[in-house]
């Protein structure tokens, strides 16, 4: 925790940047995403009758699920609110130094108990997916929970099971909504250090510390607004993009030296990992995390493939830059989705079968999966 300013110090930045907002000085000013305001006005009404909120977020959780659900939890919180944050499955280590990461309730480890949050909850808040059956195992549970159930999401086609949706597919990140909405309801009050750290991970997470999805010029403005609620932007840096394990340090060198493939002609990449060869190097969960953007640095290459060997599948990431569309090619042939940029899915076979596919579908993946001119926007 950083104390390099005391609290008027704070007031007078939080003013100074609130001032320079294009979206207007605090309170109730317009929205950086352009926030409905009856979606606003019931969300701020079921607040307001809840006492027990649930939140949860998509199964394997990242920075941004995480952060933006810890990030709400602590707010609410501070409202006195009874909130438990339940993720279907286990979060990555990695996020351990979010503030209240030891509070989570994964539904895979603490089953019933979490059904019973969420039977008892008068409000379940959706936080960074846009259908139920991204949180794998807990789908019934939330399907069949009586509370009403709000989305605050940034993908694509959200699926409309929940009762107030704010959903915002231009978005860089779940967390800057939730700050959007927080300060569009006049709870950015609320917004300690630890929720200002927990949204900030979020923000940094999803946009690669703000190196894509990055240009529009009201993130950093939420940025500054968050460092002067405290958040330390330097210490987040160090945790989030530069911290890690020796054996996760060799496992991407080993990957990037022996196992990186580059298709020139095809303007493609890709990397795949056997459990034999994650197991000798004593691969734990996140350490992989990132790896599937690297080949993206060598100028030429457009998308990038990595193929991780689970147990029971071959979990299939992706990303790409500019216009072609990983998100349809994980679509179409490896059950999954995501982003344009940034998707994945899972392929149920052998490694080897899983590499021929990729293979057989370079040769005509850049005409197929090419967007078009007119559709391209950058996210804000
Ligand atoms: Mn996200």
Not at 130 to 156: G, T
Not at 178 to 192: F, N, T
Not at 245 to 269: P, Q, T, W
């Amino acid at each position: 925790m950083h104390t390099a300013f005391d609290k008027d110090t704070i007031a007078r930045l939080r003013g100074a940047v609130g001032a320079s907002m294009p979206f207007g000085a605090t309170g109730a000013a317009a929205s950086i995403h352009n926030l409905d305001p009856s979606a606003l006005a019931r969300l701020n009404a079921l607040i307001g009758e809840a006492r027990r909120i649930v939140i949860t977020c998509h199964f394997v959780p990242d920075g941004d699920a995480i952060g933006s659900a810890l990030g709400l939890a602590h707010v609410l919180r501070s409202m006195g609110r009874h909130v438990t944050v339940i993720p279907p499955d286990e979060t990555p280590k990695t996020l351990a130094f979010l503030p209240g990461f030891d509070r989570l309730m994964p539904y895979s480890r603490y089953g019933d108990v979490a059904v019973g949050r969420f039977r008892g909850a008068d409000l379940v808040i959706c936080l960074d997916f846009n259908a139920s059956k991204r949180v794998d195992k807990l789908e019934r549970v939330l399907l069949e929970c009586n509370a009403p159930k709000v989305m605050i999401d940034h993908h694509e086609n959200p699926e409309n099971f929940v009762d107030v949706m704010i959903s915002h597919p231009e978005s860089s990140s779940t967390s800057i909504l939730v700050y959007d909405v927080l300060r569009s309801l006049g709870l950015d009050c609320y917004i300690d250090a630890e929720a200002a750290d927990c949204l900030l991970t979020g923000m940094m997470t999803d946009t690669g510390n703000f190196t894509y999805n990055a240009n529009n010029p009201s993130i950093y403005l939420a940025v500054a607004d968050l460092v002067a609620h405290g958040a330390d932007r330097v210490k987040l840096c160090k945790l989030i993009f530069d911290t890690f394990s020796e054996s996760c340090l060799r496992i991407n060198g080993y990957a990037l030296s022996e196992k990186m493939h580059v298709f020139r002609d095809y303007k493609a990449s890709y990397m795949a990992l056997t459990r034999d060869e994650l197991n000798s190097f004593h691969y734990a969960k996140g350490d992989t995390e990132g790896l599937v953007n690297k080949p993206l640095a060598i100028p030429g290459i457009v998308y990038s493939a990595y193929f991780r060997e689970e147990k029971e599948y071959i979990k299939v990431s992706m990303r790409s830059v500019g216009k072609f569309r990983v998100d349809l090619l994980c679509e179409q042939y490896f059950g999954g989705g995501g982003h344009k940029n940034a998707a994945g899915g899972e392929f149920h076979g052998t490694m080897e079968e899983c590499i021929a596919t990729f293979e057989a579908l370079m040769p005509t993946n850049l005409e197929r999966f090419t967007e078009s001119e007119e559709s391209t926007e950058e996210k804000m």
